[in-house]
Nanobody, 122 residues
């Protein structure tokens, strides 16, 4: 059973940056790791995913150029670097994992972290 623990959320001003981290509880070789987010009153949406070897990255088009995903294999950690943050980026951000190919569908990911809240406000 994979456990995922996110950190790094908080309050940031518009235009600022945050880096979220997600540590997995065990070796997750061959797993896809990713991030979803859920804004207040909205559906949970795909943000980005990465293969464990880092060779393939998938990102939601609307966030490309501002958000980037990366991983540290040695420390079982995946990151989400978020730049030029906007108030509409305010959401709970969830780390996810699955075996197989990356997808943008929440139902395809059996493993979820508890979420970390990002608030973008002046």
């Amino acid at each position: 059973q994979v456990q995922l623990v996110e950190s790094g959320g908080g309050l940031v001003q518009p235009g600022g940056s945050l880096k979220l981290s997600c540590v997995a509880s065990q070796e997750i070789f061959s797993y896809i790791l990713g991030w979803f987010r859920q804004a207040p009153g909205k559906e949970r949406e795909f943000v980005a995913a990465i293969t464990w070897d880092g060779n393939e990255i998938y990102s939601e088009d609307s966030m490309k150029g501002r958000f980037s995903i990366s991983r540290d294999k040695a420390n079982f950690t995946v990151y989400l670097q978020m730049n030029s943050l906007k108030p509409e980026d305010t959401a709970d951000y969830f780390c996810v994992a699955r075996i197989g190919k990356a997808t943008r569908y929440r139902a395809d990911y059996p493993y979820w972290g508890q979420g970390t809240r990002v608030t973008v406000s002046s």
